[in-house]
């Protein structure tokens, strides 16, 4: 049997499979089994920030796993102790505590379980089009039928409100409201970007009720916004959830937390969480972001992409929007199709939501791959 066969016999179909077989990669590049070149704009759904095959994170890695490569959090490790440390270096106001874990699911878990135990309360408000993960808990927290639907019944607790709507959230918080849990970018519901104004005030509202704040930031963290975190464009958390680019494509999650967060000890923990493998990996490639300038660079390409978007004149294109590199075109039709013929084009690229195409490249992509993906996109969608 062949790869795509061996794949479809042995494991649960629960991806939507794309027709390739992918063997490498290479900054923003990949490589087919048959030897064709793409370019990146998926990162793995925003995990590739630092492009693949970094050689200072494989060495990291290497180095590290022959060092030490497990220790089980009840023991002190030094690489543990400094990736915490320049977390929260790095980490915007006083979200200077980490707990480590291993996935963005796992990271919201964590969230809202220090959320109850903080506060002693045991609502959680989301948004609407709000996407948390698809483990037990987080999937409550998760919006969307499709996604809920087939494994009720879900943890209780959880009330979700229409996104960017002040009075909606301001209705929705009560007596038992430990925690509102929102993204400041939605990029599985479209990427679709928070209002600072409304940020602010779920800020003060929180302030005022005794509420916590907690951003997930699994997509949207290490640069891919144009700032380090995206929170730091838009309000200050009081716990933020990390994982997919946190440490170069080798999982681990986080959740950085504030003095407000109390956990009793031993209630919430992980036997990989914090691995110094991980950890080493993390600060290889926080190290590579702030040497290669790679925020900066989101930032820059992001506003010479979204321009060149914004020029492509398509009758099918209803909007385009972006925040760094993290990029949407809506159209005004179902995107699946434009998805495939892209793919055809030597271009890969996301779906979010039924109609709009995103886009997160690897954030060392140069200018010609932008132009080289804007002729690709002016190519499918004029036709
Ligand atoms: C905002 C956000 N939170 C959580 C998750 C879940 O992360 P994971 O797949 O690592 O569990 C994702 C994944 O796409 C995400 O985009």
Redesign the pocket.
């Known amino acids: 049997m062949n790869t795509q066969e061996l794949e479809q016999a042995y494991e649960l179909a629960v991806y939507p499979r794309r027709d390739i077989v992918l063997v490498r990669g290479r900054g923003a590049r990949l490589i087919d089994e048959n030897g064709r070149e793409y370019i990146d704009c998926a990162a793995n759904?925003?995990v590739s920030n630092i492009g693949h095959g970094n050689q200072a994170v494989a060495r990291a890695v290497h180095d590290q796993y022959l060092t030490l490569g497990n220790c089980y959090s009840m023991f002190y490790n030094p690489v543990r102790a400094k990736l915490a440390e320049k977390l929260a270096s790095i980490a915007p106001g006083n979200l200077n505590r980490v707990f480590f874990c291993n996935?963005?699911?796992?990271a919201?878990e964590a969230a809202i379980k220090f959320a109850r135990s903080s506060t002693g309360r045991q609502e959680i408000i989301a948004a609407m089009r709000g996407?948390?993960?698809?483990t037990m808990g987080?999937l409550a927290a998760t919006w969307g039928p499709k996604y809920q639907k087939p494994f009720a019944p879900l943890m209780p607790g959880l009330k979700h409100v229409p996104y960017n709507n002040l009075a909606k959230l301001e209705a929705a918080v009560g007596d038992n409201t430990a925690a509102v849990l929102l993204?400041v970018v939605q990029?599985?519901g479209g990427v679709r970007i928070g209002d600072s104004v409304y940020f602010q005030k779920v800020r003060q509202i929180c302030d005022a009720k005794g509420v916590l704040l907690i951003i997930?930031e699994?997509?949207t963290g290490f640069g891919r916004t144009g700032t380090m975190f995206a929170c730091e464009q838009f309000v200050e958390p009081d716990m933020l959830?990390l994982?997919?680019s946190l440490a170069g494509g080798i999982p681990m999650?986080a959740v950085l937390c504030n003095d407000r967060i109390k956990v009793p000890v031993k209630s919430h923990t992980s036997t990989f969480g914090g691995n110094p493998t991980a950890c080493a990996a993390a600060l290889a490639s926080v190290d590579i972001i702030q040497k290669e300038g790679l925020v900066a660079k989101s930032r820059t390409l992001g506003e010479y992409f979204i321009k060149e978007l914004g020029a492509l004149n398509s009758s099918k294109i209803r909007e385009v929007r972006g925040l760094g590199l993290m990029l949407g075109i809506e159209l005004k039709e179902k995107a699946g199709p434009y998805v495939q013929k892209l793919m055809e084009k030597g271009v890969i690229v996301l779906l979010a939501g039924a109609t709009v195409i995103r886009l997160l490249p690897p954030l060392v992509i140069t200018k010609e791959e932008i132009d080289t993906v804007v002729q690709a996109l002016k190519d499918t969608l004029s036709a």
């Not at 996935?103 to 796992?106: D, H, P, T």
């Not at 996407?131 to 698809?134: A, L, P, Q, S, V």
């Open positions: 759904v925003g996935s963005g699911a796992e919201n996407f948390h993960g698809k987080a993204e990029g599985e997930d699994v997509q959830c994982a997919k999650g």
